[in-house]
């Protein structure tokens, strides 16, 4: 069984800085994925940036990185230069094994311009 | 636009009723994932098929069911609706069966609106 927490239902940021929306999670599985996923007004999930359990590198994906702290079980989401387009519910989420994804609550992103 | 196509995009139905939510998956895709997005319970997993076979389950009620066609487009056939119901349900799909290696790319949802 997986379960993921996200601690902030909402955070706001002002435009062109940098803000990081936490979660941890807790797993049973040995090989596992974590991911980020963005939900804007329009509701469609899009992946913004994924993490393979097992690399240790952080994933990087163009403003958007994480910082992957395995034996904490925390998977943080940092926004650098934050734009407008940003705005949107923010969900973290985990997958391994036969479960498909387990999603957390979500953290809404304000940006302020 | 990720590829994948779900229909209808709105429903509006009563308490009791019985309904169909289609799901055509990406060209190539073999896999194909129901999700239900709830203000009570969030984003859940309900169901996954593989190639036309159920793979994996997750909380998906009894009144619920799910099929994967030979063309690889899936319905998830919901009855006895209750208010509760109410949700946005995503179809999601991806090249692979389990592992989450392969990516999933979700469908715009159908929105249920049970009355």
């Known amino acids: 069984a997986q379960t993921v927490t996200q601690s902030q239902p909402e955070m706001s940021v002002q435009e062109a800085e940098t803000v990081t929306l936490s979660c941890t999670y807790d797993t049973s599985e040995s090989d596992y994925y974590l991911f980020w996923y963005k939900q804007p007004p329009s509701r469609q999930m899009i992946l913004v940036i994924r993490q393979e359990a097992y690399k240790q590198q952080n994933a990087t994906e163009n403003r958007f990185s994480v910082n992957f702290q395995k034996a904490a079980k925390s998977f943080s989401l940092k926004i650098s230069d934050s734009q407008l387009g940003d705005a949107a519910m923010y969900f973290c989420?985990?997958?391994?094994?036969?479960?498909?994804?387990?999603f957390g609550k979500g953290t809404h992103l304000i940006i302020q311009p | 636009d990720s590829g994948v196509t779900q229909t209808p995009k709105h429903l509006i139905t009563a308490t009791g009723q019985r309904v169909t939510l289609r799901c055509s998956p990406r060209s190539g895709d073999l896999s194909v994932y129901w999700y239900q997005q709830s203000l009570d319970q969030g984003l859940q997993f309900l169901i996954q098929y593989y190639n036309g076979e159920e793979r994996a389950k997750g909380n998906i009620l009894e009144r619920f069911s799910a099929q994967q066609f030979p063309d690889l487009h899936s319905e998830l056939n919901l009855s006895s609706l209750e208010l509760g119901d109410s949700a946005l349900y995503f179809c999601?799909?991806?090249?692979?069966?389990?592992?989450?290696?392969?990516?999933?790319?979700f469908g715009p949802g159908t929105r249920l609106t049970v009355t």
């Open positions: 989420a985990s997958g391994g094994g036969a479960d498909g994804l387990t």
């Open positions: 999601a799909s991806s090249v692979g069966g389990v592992s989450p290696l392969y990516e999933q790319y």
